[in-house]
C-alpha cells in the first residue's frame, strides 16, 4: 500500500484498528505465529460436556408438520449422500480434502492464487450441514429412522481429521472458519450423544479435535481485533463454546474467560446507538444476531447483560427492513452467504427465522406469529427468561436521530428502502442513495449483492461498486476511494433532509423522504434524492446533482455546459430489476419500461424535469446491450442472491450530460432524472410505440 494511502487508512480507520493489524502482521513475519500454531493443544481434552437444552423431539416434528419434516429430511438424505446447499444455493459435493493439506496454514494461505476464492473450500468445512443433520435425527429418530444421520456425521468428521492434520493446509487458515467448525463439532457432540455410532473412541478424538480447534484461535485474535467485525464475534463466541463443553481442559477457564471478554467488547463496539451492526450488511446483521443468541443460549454466566439494548435496537433495525410477505431483505452491503446456524427449514434468504429468535430473546415478541420459521427459536431462543440479563421493563425507545435510522417508506403493497448511511465504521459497498422497492413480496428494484470476493477479472469484488447500485454515478467514478479488495477510504456521508418516518403510520399514508451524500464533493457535485410514495403503490423518485463550492457561487448563465479536463460530466441513473418479460415505449418526455411480473405489470417511466433534455436509455442483460446504443460493462444486468451464484438481471442505465443552472435555484441544478414507479397497470393500455 502506498505511503501516501496508508497515511490515510490510519487517520480514517483510526489507529486501534491499524495498530492491531500492524501488531499482527509484526507477529506473523517474526514466525510467532507460525511457533504458537505448531501442533494445537497437547493436553487431554476429557468429555464433552452438553452445553445446549435441545428440543423435545415431539414438539420439533409438530413444529414442523409433515411437509417441513419431508423438507428437512430430504436435504438430510442429501447430505449423507455427499451433497450439500452451499451458501444456501444448489447441491454440491462435500469436499474435505484441500490442496496444500500437508503445509502449515500459512504457508498454505501464502501459495493460494490470487484468483483462487478459499470460501469454496472453507464452506462445506464449517461443517454447517452437521445442524441439519442434527435436527433430521431428532425429527426422525423413531427406531432407528434417524442413524443414517449420526452415521453420516462421523463419516466425514473422520475425512475431515484425516485430510486436514491440525494447523496443516488452507482450512486452518482463518481462525473464524475453525470457530464455526468449533461449535457445529459441539452440536454435533450432544445431538448424536446416544446413537450407538458415537462410540466412545469417536467421541474422545471429538472432544480431542475441539480443543485443536479453540487453541488455535488466541495466536491470531490480534487479526480479528483489527477487523472487528464477524470475525472477533465468531472467535470469541467459538471459545466460549470449548471453554463451557470441555471443563476438565486445562485451559478451558481461560478460553472461556477471553471469549466472554472479547465477545461482550465486540458487541458495544460493533453496534451502533440505533442498532446498525459495524458492517453495514443485512446478511452480517443476522450473523450478528444468530451468534449473540448462541451465547445467550449457552451461556448462563455471559456479560451479555451489559449488551442487551444494543442487541434490541439490532433486533428492531433489521426487522425494519424485511418484507412482510417473503421474510426477503434488501441484498444490502457485502453478502457472504452465511447461514452458520441453520436451524429452519425456510430458504436462505428468508430473514424470519433469525428474527423471530431474536425478537423473542431481546425483546420479548413474536413478531412474525407462527410459522415454520419458529423452529431456530426452539433451538436458540433460550432468552425469553430476561432474568438472566437483568431486564427491566423499561424498553428502549427507537432512535430516530436524523442520518441513522432506516429511511423506509411503506405504502398498500409496496414499500422502499432509501440508504442514507453515516459511516462511523468502514462501509463495505459504495451504496450511498440506493434505493429497494418491494412489491408483494418480490423485490423489485433491487440490489446486486455480492457474487464473488476472489474470481478473475472482472468479477472479483465487482458488485461493490456504484455502478450497479440502484443510485447515480458520476463519469463512471466511485462515491469513495476504493484502496483494496475490501477497503473503502474517503467514506461518502449521507444527510436526511427528512425525518425517518414513524413505525405505527397507517398502511398507506402521503410520505416523503430525502436526502444527499457528499461522496462527489471532489467534483463540486452533492447527489441529492427524493422519494414520494403519494397515492397507493405509485412512487417517485427524482435524483438532483447540485454544484457546489466555486461552481454554485459564480451565477452561471442557464443552458451553459459544464466542462471537467475538457469533456462533459456525464450522470447515470441505475435501476437493477428482476429478469422478466419487458417492452420499451419511448416518447418526447423520455420512456416508459414495462415488466410484466408474476403479480401484474408494473411501469417505470424515466424522464426528466422541463428544461433538461431527455436521458438516452440503455437496457443491459447479463453483461449484453439489449435496448440503446453504447458501451456497457460486463458485471451489469446480474444480481447474485447468495454468494458464489449469479443470474440475469435488467439494468436500466439512463444517462445525462450535465446542464449547469437549466433551473434557477441556489445551488443550481446540473442534472436531473425523474422516475415514476406504477404498480395499478394503469397506462399499459396503449402501447402502440415499443420496443422488446
Known amino acids: 500500500m502506498p505511503v501516501f494511502t496508508a497515511l490515510k487508512a490510519l487517520q480514517q480507520l483510526g489507529p486501534r484498528q491499524v495498530g492491531w493489524y500492524a501488531w499482527y502482521q509484526f507477529l506473523l513475519r517474526l514466525g510467532i505465529i507460525r511457533r504458537m500454531t505448531g501442533r494445537g493443544a497437547q493436553e487431554m481434552a476429557g468429555a464433552i460436556h452438553p452445553i445446549l437444552k435441545l428440543p423435545d423431539a415431539a414438539a420439533l416434528r409438530a413444529l414442523l408438520g409433515p411437509q417441513g419434516r419431508s423438507v428437512l429430511l430430504f436435504e438430510a438424505d442429501q447430505i449423507a449422500q455427499g451433497r450439500v446447499r452451499l451458501f444456501g444455493g444448489e447441491p454440491a459435493a462435500i469436499n474435505l480434502t484441500p490442496p496444500g493439506v500437508r503445509q502449515h496454514w500459512i504457508q498454505a494461505e501464502r501459495a493460494a492464487s490470487s484468483n483462487a476464492d478459499l470460501k469454496d473450500t472453507w464452506e462445506p468445512a464449517r461443517f454447517g450441514w452437521a445442524f441439519t443433520l442434527g435436527r433430521a435425527y431428532l425429527a426422525a429418530n423413531e427406531g432407528c429412522a434417524g442413524e443414517s444421520y449420526a452415521e453420516a456425521f462421523w463419516r466425514f468428521a473422520e475425512i475431515f481429521w484425516q485430510a486436514n492434520p491440525v494447523n496443516a493446509g488452507p482450512n486452518w487458515a482463518s481462525a473464524q472458519e475453525v470457530a464455526l467448525r468449533l461449535m457445529a463439532f459441539t452440536f454435533a457432540a450432544q445431538v448424536f450423544a446416544s446413537s450407538p455410532h458415537s462410540t466412545a473412541a469417536r467421541l474422545s478424538r471429538l472432544a480431542q479435535s475441539i480443543a485443536e480447534h479453540a487453541a488455535r484461535i488466541p495466536p491470531t485474535l490480534a487479526y480479528a481485533l483489527a477487523q472487528n467485525n464477524n470475525h472477533l464475534l465468531s472467535e470469541a463466541a467459538g471459545l466460549i463454546t470449548a471453554g463451557l463443553a470441555l471443563r476438565e481442559h486445562p485451559q478451558a477457564a481461560g478460553w472461556l474467560a477471553l471469549g466472554r471478554r472479547r465477545f461482550a467488547w465486540a458487541l458495544q463496539h460493533q453496534i451502533d446507538p440505533d442498532g446498525v451492526y459495524c458492517q453495514h450488511s443485512a446478511n452480517y446483521h443476522r450473523l450478528m444476531l444468530q451468534l449473540a443468541l448462541w451465547v445467550q443460549a449457552i451461556d448462563a454466566g455471559s456479560e451479555m447483560q451489559k449488551t442487551l439494548a444494543s442487541l434490541q435496537m439490532a433486533t428492531r433495525w433489521l426487522l425494519a427492513l424485511v418484507d412482510p410477505l417473503s421474510g426477503g431483505a434488501p441484498n444490502l452491503g457485502p453478502n457472504d452467504g452465511a447461514y452458520i446456524f441453520p436451524l429452519t427449514v425456510c430458504p436462505f434468504n428468508d430473514y424470519r427465522p433469525a428474527l423471530q429468535a431474536a425478537a423473542q430473546s431481546f425483546l420479548g415478541a413474536s413478531p412474525f406469529g407462527s410459522g415454520p420459521w419458529d423452529e431456530m427459536a426452539l433451538w436458540l431462543g433460550r432468552g425469553s427468561d430476561f432474568s438472566r440479563f437483568g431486564r427491566t421493563d423499561k424498553m428502549t425507545k427507537a ?58 477479472s472482472p468479477w472479483e469484488n465487482a458488485l461493490a461498486g456504484v455502478q450497479v447500485h440502484n443510485t447515480v454515478s458520476v463519469n463512471g467514478q466511485d462515491q469513495m476511494t476504493r484502496a483494496g479488495k475490501f477497503l473503502w477510504l474517503d467514506w461518502a456521508q449521507a444527510s436526511l433532509r427528512t425525518a425517518p418516518p414513524p413505525a405505527d403510520l397507517p398502511a398507506f399514508a402521503s410520505l416523503t423522504a430525502a436526502a444527499s451524500h457528499n461522496g462527489y464533493r471532489r467534483l463540486g457535485l452533492i447527489h441529492q434524492r427524493t422519494v414520494t410514495v403519494d397515492a397507493p403503490d405509485h412512487w417517485l423518485v427524482q435524483d438532483d446533482l447540485l454544484a457546489t463550492g466555486h461552481a454554485a457561487r459564480r451565477g452561471l448563465k442557464p443552458g451553459a455546459r459544464r466542462i471537467r479536463n475538457g469533456r462533459k460530466d456525464v450522470y447515470r441513473l441505475h435501476w437493477l430489476l428482476p429478469d422478466w418479460p419487458w417492452e420499451v415505449n419511448a416518447s418526447q418526455a423520455g420512456f416508459a419500461l414495462c415488466l410484466s411480473s408474476p403479480e401484474g405489470w408494473i411501469m417505470l417511466n424515466i424522464s426528466a424535469p422541463p428544461g433538461f433534455p431527455r ?6 442483460r447479463a453483461g449484453a446491450l439489449v435496448y440503446g446504443e453504447g458501451q456497457v460493462l460486463p458485471i451489469q444486468g446480474w444480481t447474485s442472491p447468495t454468494y458464489g451464484h449469479k443470474i440475469p438481471a435488467l439494468a436500466l442505465v439512463a444517462e445525462m450530460n450535465a446542464v449547469e443552472a437549466v433551473v434557477q435555484g441556489t445551488p443550481p441544478r446540473l442534472a436531473s432524472f425523474v422516475s415514476e414507479w406504477d404498480f395499478s397497470g394503469a397506462g399499459l393500455l396503449d402501447r402502440g410505440n415499443h420496443d422488446a
Open 615 to 620: 436521458p438516452a436509455l440503455h437496457l443491459i
Open 399 to 456: 432512535v430516530t436521530t436524523m442520518g441513522f435510522s432506516p429511511m423506509v417508506l411503506r405504502s398498500a403493497q409496496s414499500w422502499a428502502y432509501l440508504r442514507a448511511a453515516r459511516f462511523t465504521s468502514r462501509p463495505g459497498h459504495a451504496d450511498q442513495l440506493h434505493l429497494d422497492l418491494w412489491w408483494r413480496g418480490l423485490n423489485v428494484a433491487q440490489d446486486a449483492g455480492t457474487y464473488r470476493y476472489s474470481a478473475p
